[in-house]
């Protein structure tokens, strides 16, 4: 057996190669939305295709990385893989997530044997479709979202495929922005291929592969212990989103009932609503990212994170559910729903452990995107991710705007949404009084305002929590619900009802104001030094 010394050496060594990897591929990128906004990640797998090491990216990719994973090794065996091969997939029904997160894998060969693999996932900021930036909210099915690619060959023994190439070039919007960003992806699995193979010289690849299954092997005892110390029994939560995007007085329903027993913890979605017309459908791949993202968040965050991590959960996920959507059922908008499947489940283990358990947060990460013909020619496809309040808990008040519940993105600069687009940024601020009140306050939602400076811009808007506020715990107030409008250059003003695609002209703008998060405990109790603080500072009106 190796010695302890040895493998927690080892274990901080691969956590280091995923974060280069990391680094690798945000630095090569290409669009905005990844080298500013952080929309990629990467991550090592065991030569089955087990999760080995992850980079601080975002737990949605790296959990949705796990059926890709799956997928390529049983498209392509891994007997006929070679080194130089590298493969790609992102469609939904065959291991992905949604068509613009594409995944790209690469195999760790040493000495002629599979030791490992490579992978990135990254947020295309087009992947072609029916409205620019790949994300139509009035979608009815998955080929109106844009190109789809089964399990692919990119690479064949380091020649890359030019057939495939031309293919997505020419489906997409910005082309030499996508394929740079691909390009990036491969980078970053090159990094990590180089780094295994010096691993595996100097331990050799037979006691290097022993390590990794000591390292899944602990992580799946430690999680174990972790979740024995929370009390056994099934515990229940709902939750409403405010609709599909295309009925959009329809709220959709999130039901969980997570049981916690010597077995492990299994999630039942039964009581979620059918699929749903519009693109909020979620495949699989993404109630298992919550539920990965939701075990790590009540276990011990020194565990190392792994596959030993998520071999206690199961899943049941109802047929032609929300949950589980029956091909060609739309899905481009998955991430707001993983975030509500995600504090739903959390919810739920709120029963089990209140003393633990901060209030919900707001859950939404509002993303709008932007297209058309640049006044300097060609096209241009831009998106932003804008967060929202995290909840208050039983010692602090909620974070401002911050990424919560299994996303992990940052909002595009103001210089470079203007130095790419012609889109003026005018206003960015916290939004005052969106909190919960309580004894500590919800984290504030933000403020922001886009004018389009030119004409025909076609203009998505995916928002959440427009309709229903997250709910404050032990006295605590709600959060404010979101709010958005365009105002017309004409004067006139247009509410979007959480989800719209529409046009732009040169003048308009659009105000999108994001909730807040839920107090937690009584208000009247909240400190007067911290309430003066808050007036003082602006975040609640006087």
Do not use: W
């Not at 060959?153 to 380091?158: I, L, N, T």
Request: charged share 20%.
């Amino acid at each position: 057996m190796t010695d302890p010394i040895t493998i927690e050496v080892t274990r901080h060594k691969l956590e280091g190669i995923a974060n280069e990897m990391q680094s690798t591929l945000l630095r090569s990128s290409f669009s905005p939305i990844v080298k500013e906004g952080l929309d990629a990640s990467a991550g090592l797998f065991t030569a089955d295709g087990q999760t080995l090491a992850q980079a601080c990216a975002i737990p949605i990719h790296l959990a949705t990385l796990i059926p890709v994973m799956k997928k390529i090794i049983e498209t392509f065996p891994p007997d006929t893989m070679h080194p130089g091969d590298t493969f790609l997939l992102n469609d939904p029904y065959t291991g992905g997530t949604h068509l613009p997160d594409i995944a790209i894998i690469q195999p760790i060969i040493h000495r002629g044997q599979i030791i490992a693999f490579s992978a990135a996932m990254t947020h295309h900021q087009d992947m072609g479709g029916m409205s620019a930036g790949s994300v139509p909210t009035n979608a009815t099915e998955i080929y109106q979202e844009g190109l789809r690619l089964p399990p692919l060959k990119f690479r064949d023994k380091g020649v890359v495929n030019e057939t495939l190439v031309a293919i997505i070039r020419q489906n997409v919007r910005i082309p030499d922005t996508v394929m740079g960003d691909i390009n990036a992806q491969v980078a970053a699995c090159s990094i990590g291929a180089r780094r295994i193979g010096e691993l595996a010289d100097k331990f050799g690849h037979n006691a290097l592969l022993a390590i990794f299954e000591e390292l899944l092997g602990r992580s799946e005892t430690m999680t174990r212990q972790a979740l024995a110390k929370i009390p056994s029994g099934t515990y229940r939560y709902v939750d409403f989103m405010d609709n599909d995007g295309i009925e959009l007085d329809k709220p959709i329903r999130i039901e969980v009932a997570v049981t916690v027993s010597d077995a492990g913890i299994h999630i039942d979605f039964t009581g979620t609503s059918p699929q749903v017309r519009g693109p909020m459908n979620c495949v699989p791949s993404g109630s298992l990212a919550a539920a990965c993202f939701a075990i790590r968040a009540v276990t011990d965050p020194a565990i190392p994170t792994n596959a030993g991590c998520f071999r206690p959960i199961s899943l049941h996920l109802p047929e032609g559910s929300l949950v589980n959507p029956v091909e060609p059922a739309p899905v481009n908008a998955r991430t707001s729903t993983i975030k509500r499947i995600t504090t739903s489940i959390l919810g739920a283990l709120a029963e089990a452990i209140p003393d633990r358990m901060p209030a919900p947060a707001a859950g939404q990460m509002a993303l709008v995107a932007f297209g058309g013909r640049h006044p300097a020619g060609g096209n241009f496809v831009t998106g932003d991710l804008i967060a929202s309040g995290s909840g208050a808990s039983a010692t602090s008040d909620g974070v401002d705007v911050i990424e919560t519940d299994a996303t992990n993105c940052m909002n595009l600069p103001a210089e470079a949404m203007e130095m790419e687009t012609p889109i003026r940024l005018n206003r960015l601020s916290l939004r005052a009084g969106s909190g919960g009140a309580g004894t500590h306050r919800g984290g504030l939602g933000t403020l922001r305002e886009y004018e389009v400076l030119t004409d025909n811009v076609t203009f998505t808007h995916r928002g959440e929590r427009h309709f229903s506020a997250a709910r404050g715990v032990f006295g605590g107030g709600d959060g404010a619900q979101a709010e958005s409008v365009i105002l017309r250059a004409d004067g006139t003003t247009e509410t979007i009802p959480s989800k719209v695609v529409t046009r732009l002209m040169k003048g308009d703008r659009v105000i999108l104001q994001t909730a807040g998060g839920a107090g937690y405990g009584d208000p009247a109790l909240r400190s007067a030094d911290a309430t003066a603080a808050d007036v003082a500072d602006g975040k609640v009106p006087a």
